[in-house]
Each structure stands twice: as structure tokens, then as C-alpha cells.
């Protein structure tokens, strides 16, 4: 799996992150079952586009059982030290 970084190669930044998000599309994190999922349900609380990462490591984790095609974001509190990649399941 191919991730894109927006800093050059010295100036990659590994932790510090906030958490990631999925990027122009219908998927929701749902923080109660641990998954990303399409159908929400109405009613029910706990949906969102963004979900909890801190690190790089953990987010090629997650990008394996994320939705395939589906490009995500890993943002940092840095600005122009995100990550970019696609889901693979």
C-alpha cells in the first residue's frame, strides 16, 4: 500500500496526528461498532467522517480493513504534514 506524504522526505512527520477521514464520499466511521460503514442509521448517534488515529503505523493498519477505492486523509497538527492513501478491503 502506497502512502503519499506532503512533505519531502526529511521532513516527514510519523506521529503527532489527530485522526483521519474519509474524503468525498457517503462512508461514516461508527464509533460504537469500530467500523466504517455506508447505511446510517436514524436515530442513532456515534456516526462520522473522521476517526481516531495517532500515528502512521496505525493508519496503514487501518487502511487494510478500510473500504476499497475509498481515499482517506490523515491529518496532523501541523499543517502540510498530512497523509494521504486508500482503503484496501
Known amino acids: 500500500m502506497k502512502l503519499r506524504y506532503e512533505q519531502n522526505k526529511g521532513n516527514r512527520l510519523n506521529s503527532q496526528m489527530d485522526g483521519f ?48 477505492g475509498i481515499k482517506f486523509k490523515l491529518w496532523n497538527k501541523y499543517v502540510g504534514c498530512c497523509v494521504y492513501g486508500f482503503g484496501c478491503a
Open 21 to 68: 477521514e474519509a474524503i468525498n464520499c457517503e462512508w461514516a466511521w461508527n464509533y460504537d461498532l469500530r467500523k466504517w460503514t455506508q447505511e446510517i442509521e436514524s436515530g442513532k448517534y456515534g456516526y462520522s467522517s473522521h476517526a481516531p488515529c495517532k500515528s502512521v503505523k496505525a493508519f496503514r493498519r487501518m487502511l487494510k480493513k478500510a473500504p476499497k
